[in-house]
């Protein structure tokens, strides 16, 4: 089973134009878990980010920032991915009509289909540099690193070029066993988000370009559910669906129902952290600590408060749920799904990793940051980031669009038609409705003699 990146955006992008893609991803690197868990359950966590970019003639015209996080226990029972969508924006400099949703879905199926063995194939082994191992071990403690220094000069000056070297060797680290990784029926995958709207996410100043369409809140939830709703049904991507959850806080259940796409199934309203197992544990044992993630400045805020581990799981969505950003008539949206992925073969190059380019988190950031730190109202600013990448030696892959839009613009009229044929109704006759007598009082007045 294969999801060709290529392939999928050459359907839904618009037919003869050429699009650029920045496909980048950090390397996998050991991190904090997101979850804070009881000390006698270990688990090893790692992370990666990937930031997707498509251009057109050089222009950003909509970027998608995702968080993948692994956790692997002790007993290497399964690996856990979370695929954390952290920003989505564009940036209203597209002339041509653009399929948003669709390219979202794409990057995200691809990215959630990704095989898990690659990740760790990237993985970035830190270094352990031990300054003492080239060190007489008789020699008394030094004063000072000027102490230090001198004494390995003195005996550089004897002979001994070599001495006071710093050995540098790889850490020890835990690494999953083969089985494990290749075993895709014991990896769950999380796919998890929060909806608000903002004038701009990952473009700034874009928010005054006329071609940039700025949707509601409510709007936004029911475009990302949309979106969701189709990936989790495309089999390509999700071979089983565990769970499937929505939730508006500070909304009733009728409200939130709205949200959910028509024929579809398996949704309920609530979260997908909160089991009937757990609702008197606390919350910090299942709720993950996320960037720039309200659950998370809630999580931080108990902290503070010194109830981290008071709070339990019922009490944490109602005090979160007023809270003053949740007070103010916004309406933020959770979304979380559960299930088995489909992963690709790691071997077949031409999925779309041929156009993914994996840099360690500093380079990363750099690169990144050429996109998000430009003026997008600014008609020549942009051009700084051809530059920026030609210095770098970045050439990003093309992609040509087969997307016929006239086409599909014919059979969506057709569908118009059908649906707005005339049809014969019956009409009611008006019922003739009898004149109601009145009684006339006015012959019971008696005139007042004169």
């Not at 390397?27 to 688990?43: A, Q, T």
Request: glycine share 4%.
């Amino acid at each position: 089973m294969t999801f060709n990146l290529r392939k999928e955006l050459e359907a839904i992008l618009p037919k003869g134009f050429r699009y650029q893609i920045l496909n980048l991803q950090s390397r996998l690197k050991e991190s904090k878990s997101i979850v804070h868990h009881h000390k006698i359950e270990h688990i090893h966590s790692y992370k990666s980010v990937h930031f997707i970019v498509v251009l057109f003639e050089n222009k950003p015209l909509l970027a998608l920032e995702v968080y993948v996080y692994l956790d692997v226990p002790e007993d290497q029972s399964q690996i856990m991915r979370t695929v954390y969508v952290s920003k989505a924006d564009t940036s209203g400099l597209q002339k041509q009509r653009l399929s948003v949703g669709k390219i979202v879905q794409c990057l995200l199926g691809w990215i959630c289909s990704k095989s898990i063995c690659s990740y760790f194939e990237s993985l970035d082994v830190p270094l352990v540099i031990d300054r003492d191992a080239n060190i007489k071990q008789e020699h008394a403690p030094f004063i000072s690193e000027t102490d230090r220094r001198l004494h390995i000069l003195i005996e550089r000056l004897g002979g001994n070029t070599n001495y006071g070297m710093p050995k540098i060797t790889t850490a020890k680290r835990f690494c999953p066993s083969e089985s494990l990784l290749k075993e895709s029926a014991r990896h769950k995958t999380r796919l998890i988000l929060f909806t608000r709207s903002e004038k701009q996410y990952l473009f700034p100043n874009s928010s005054e370009n006329k071609g940039k369409h700025i949707l509601t809140d409510s709007q936004l939830l029911k475009w990302w559910m949309r979106n969701i709703e189709q990936i989790t049904s495309n089999h390509e991507v999700f071979s089983q669906n565990e769970k499937k959850k929505i939730n508006v806080l500070n909304a009733d259940r009728f409200e939130v129902s709205r949200y959910i796409p028509s024929g579809s199934k398996g949704w309920e309203i609530g979260d997908i952290y909160t089991e009937k197992a757990n609702l008197h544990d606390a919350a910090v044992y299942h709720i993950p600590l996320l960037p720039d993630d309200p659950k998370g400045r809630f999580l931080e805020h108990l902290v503070v408060e010194n109830r981290i581990t008071k709070v339990r799981m019922r009490q944490f969505w109602t005090e979160l749920s007023i809270r003053q950003e949740f007070r103010l008539g916004i309406t933020v949206g959770l979304i979380g799904v559960q299930g088995t992925c489909y992963e690709y073969n790691n071997g077949e190059r031409e999925n779309g990793d041929s156009m993914l380019l994996i840099f360690k988190r500093v380079e990363f950031n750099k690169i990144k940051d050429l996109l998000v730190d430009i003026d997008y109202s600014d008609p020549v600013d942009y051009l700084r980031i051809k530059k920026g990448l030609k210095e770098r030696n970045i050439n990003l892959p093309v992609v040509t669009g087969n997307h016929d839009l006239a086409q599909f613009r014919a059979k969506e009229n057709c569908v118009h038609i059908q649906t707005l044929a005339p049809r014969t109704l019956s009409v009611r006759s008006k019922r003739k409705i009898a004149p109601t007598s009145v009684n006339d009082i006015g012959g019971l007045v008696k005139k007042k003699r004169s």
